[in-house]
């Protein structure tokens, strides 16, 4: 309980609504996720702004720099989509001890959106590369996977659509683009082929066995956007990468996965069914 001169949250933010008053053009002011503004007849601008601070939002012996990076905009993101609106612009302030060197500042701003594909690219692919050299898996990181995953979907769509586009960009750029595609997917592939490493073990417990499927359906994903890039220019694919594929296939067949529906990601409660037959299809693709 309060001592009854403190000034709790609700008080300031009275303190706060008291004295700033409240103009014609500020449709929702203190009290929702964000504030509403019109900035001009039938325009709506939504405004919002969430401190964190070190050892109250986050530790930095457990967080990374990008972690902290990605949630300083998750918070904000997540109270303009309670809204209903779509983020455009960050304005971001920061104030750093003495310790954080120049590394520390930069994987911050790393995982901060961009409008260029191939710096998203490489974010992403830093992102993955945690997760890859990690000594012993926890389901965590798979959701953190996951999560990547979906955040990278139309990412990756538009690098594969700019390489395929018949407008012929520079061969400069073509290269480039090409590059973030094979990095992109290889990267998401060896996550998935890591953690599934971890499901078929033998100490593998029912949660990760729960999440084989879904491992599969990316895992198939990323190799078969891989072979196609190579077909596109009439590449031979590595035979090992046959041979690894044949594997994970007959496992999912072996393990009567290939006739289950599959959840892209159970505990965030986003599921994604495909049907048996588009599933071994796909398969069948990259390993007959």
């Avoid at 990181?141 to 990412?155: G, I, Q, T, Y």
């Avoid at 048996?276 to 390993?287: H, I």
């Amino acid at each position: 309980m309060s001592e009854p001169g403190a000034a709790t949250e609700r008080r300031l933010i009275e303190i706060i609504r008291r004295a700033a008053g409240r103009a014609p053009t500020v449709r929702v002011g203190i009290g929702d996720d964000c504030a509403v503004l019109e900035p001009a007849a039938g325009s709506l601008l939504l405004a919002t702004t969430d401190l964190l601070i070190e050892d109250v939002h986050f530790r930095r012996r457990w967080a990374t720099p990008m972690d902290i990076g990605w949630k300083s905009l998750a918070v904000n993101l997540s109270d303009i989509a309670a809204m209903g609106g779509r983020p455009r612009w960050g304005l971001i302030a920061l104030a750093c001890p003495e310790a954080v060197t120049v590394d520390d500042a930069e994987a911050f701003w790393r995982v901060l959106p961009t409008d260029d594909p191939i710096a998203s690219q490489v974010a992403i692919c830093d992102a993955l590369a945690e997760i890859n050299g990690a000594r012993a898996t926890e389901i965590n990181r798979l959701h953190a996977l996951f999560a990547l995953e979906r955040r990278s979907l139309s990412l990756l769509e538009g690098l594969l659509s700019e390489y395929v586009s018949p407008s012929s960009p520079s061969p400069d750029r073509e290269r480039k683009v090409r590059q973030a595609v094979l990095e992109l997917s290889r990267s998401f592939a060896s996550a998935y082929e890591l953690f599934l490493r971890q499901v078929r073990g033998n100490n593998a417990g029912g949660e990760w066995k729960a999440y084989a499927a879904a491992i599969l359906v990316q895992l198939f994903k990323h190799r078969e956007i891989d072979l196609l890039v190579a077909l596109y220019r009439y590449e031979a694919w590595p035979r090992g990468r046959w041979s690894e594929l044949h594997g994970a296939y007959e496992f999912a067949l072996t393990s009567d996965l290939a006739r289950r529906p599959v959840g892209a990601d159970r505990r965030n409660g986003r599921r994604s069914r495909r049907s048996r037959s588009s599933r071994r299809s796909s398969a069948s693709c990259c390993c007959n």
